[in-house]
């Protein structure tokens, strides 16, 4: 029942898709007056070839594939990977024929057609789920065997009600009323029934979460499975103790070996972070060219007026692989021999005039660019900290070295969501380590790109946990 609803709903977003894509190229066409210009075979010809080049290009990425766990922001990602390929095709075509097309028509079509479709799978999927949780339109499913890691599996799934899934019990050799007693789980019967139940229940999937040991009970329910059409899937049993412990595990193949790693990292990508490095070049030569070139006399002069000492104050800390670099800042203290152990505090008496102005405007950061510039930093990541801090914390914060997978930042995650200053606090520095983490699991461009905006705007608007 729900593989041929599947089915259906794919051919769903498909007709309506092309619906939209076959508006979109109408109204563009009769929105900048090409009708009376342009003789009626082009524009068939032109039509034909978006209908079919959607129609490809959907194939190949795999739009339409259904995946019940799979959340908006995933769809919208896929989404946007399928509409640059239909882009790069047509401009291929246009390129090759050079026939008397209109760019500007093809430029319409495409961003009435984009926002359109966006629109209609974002809200499709949102009413599928609504529709799931609400009763219909679910797959039944069976767990073979009963531990900490199966337990936790479905109450994952009755927590997730969207995704469409009805436990219909769990099957264990162990004694049932112990088992239910214990877990509070509905046992069917022994894991020599589970064959016999899921053809009587017409079963969907069966979720195995025996442990390694048990290999050939595992296959012989994979070849049941095979056999009868239905879909296995194994829970592996370390899954409980890392539970909470990364957002998403990833599987990769060396040769035919899977290996498993903890946490997924956009930035191990060299594409990622090629797109990410010339960000930092071009935005901090823009930054160092057009302020930093000007504002450098004026914050200099203002310095050595208001105190002694040099203008710039630099400091070892830790980057990217817990490698140590000289972190660069105007100076916002008097000369003392603490700056390298003592973190600045509200009211610090070390802290100048000047200073004072300058750490309240993250004027104080702008040599920091240099560093981004040389490649020891990076305009948005981790907030890098003094050798002493980094020692410190690392015994006693849950994940903090992990934060140093990638370059330190500038400004980051953490910082625009009101982490920042003042660490003394370990529950602070938590907060802190938790934002940078999420960061580094979740890269993009477009992250980036929102960082820096939040943090001009906190800039302009203040930040009480600047001093």
């Known amino acids: 029942m729900s593989r041929r609803y599947s089915q259906f709903l794919e051919l769903i977003f498909l007709v309506g898709d092309i619906v939209l894509l076959n508006a979109a190229y109408l109204i563009s066409l009769a929105a900048i007056g090409r009708f009376e210009r342009i003789a009626a075979q082009p524009i068939i010809n032109l039509l034909v070839v978006v209908n ?36 790069l095709v047509i401009a291929l075509y246009e390129l090759a024929i050079k026939d008397h097309y209109s760019r500007e028509h093809l430029i319409y079509t495409v961003s009435m057609f984009s926002v359109l479709a966006l629109i209609w799978r974002l809200a499709g999927d949102t009413v599928l789920k609504r529709y799931r949780a609400a009763g219909y339109n679910y797959r039944r499913v069976i767990v073979v065997g009963v531990s900490p890691t199966s337990v936790d599996f479905a109450k994952q799934i009755q927590k997730h009600d969207e995704y469409g ?31 016999a139940y899921a053809v009587r229940h017409n079963v969907d999937e069966i979720y ?30 370390f899954s ?51 302020v930093f070139s000007w504002l450098l006399p004026i914050i200099a002069l203002l310095i050595k007026l208001n105190s002694k000492g040099p203008v710039f104050f630099k400091q070892k800390r830790t ?48 040599p920091q660019f240099f560093n981004v510039l040389f490649g020891q930093m990076s305009v948005v990541g981790p907030r ?35 982490y920042r200053g003042d660490t003394s606090d370990p529950r602070l520095m938590e907060k802190r380590v938790q934002y ?12 980036d790109v929102k960082i820096v905006f939040l943090t001009v705007w906190n800039m302009v608007r203040g930040d009480k946990n600047a001093f």
């Open 52 to 87: 079919l080049s959607w129609f490809f290009v959907t194939k190949v990425a795999r739009y339409y594939e259904s995946n019940r766990l799979e959340g908006l922001d995933r769809i919208a990602l896929r989404f946007l990977r399928t509409m640059v390929l239909f882009v």
């Open 240 to 290: 409980h103790y890392l539970y909470g412990q990364a957002k998403r595990l990833n599987i990769e193949y060396y040769g035919n070996m899977p290996v498993v790693t903890f946490r997924q990292e956009p930035l191990e990508s060299l594409g990622n972070r090629a797109v990410k490095r010339a960000f930092d070049f071009g935005f901090s030569l823009f930054v160092l060219l057009f």
């Open 319 to 366: 980057g990217e692989n817990n490698e140590v670099f000289t972190c660069w800042k105007f100076r916002t203290m008097t000369v003392n021999k603490d700056s390298d152990a003592v973190q600045a505090k509200r009211g610090d008496a070390r802290i100048t005039k000047v200073g004072a102005v300058l750490r309240k405007t993250n004027l104080d950061e702008l």
């Open 165 to 195: 899934f009805r436990i219909m019990g769990f099957f264990d050799n162990g004694d049932p009323s112990d088992l239910e007693v214990k877990y509070n789980v509905d046992v069917q019967g022994s894991i020599d029934e589970v064959q």
């Open 384 to 418: 890098p900290h003094m050798l002493k801090h980094t020692e410190e914390y690392s015994k006693i914060v849950d994940k903090f070295m992990v934060r140093h997978l990638i370059k330190p930042g500038i400004t980051g995650m953490a910082q625009v969501m009101g």
């Open 208 to 237: 195995c979460a025996l442990p390694a040991s048990e290999e050939e009970t595992i296959t012989d329910l994979i070849n049941f499975a095979d056999d009868h059409v239905m879909r296995i899937r194994i829970v592996p049993e």
């Open 436 to 447: 940078d983490v999420w960061y580094l699991e979740n890269w993009s461009f477009l992250l």
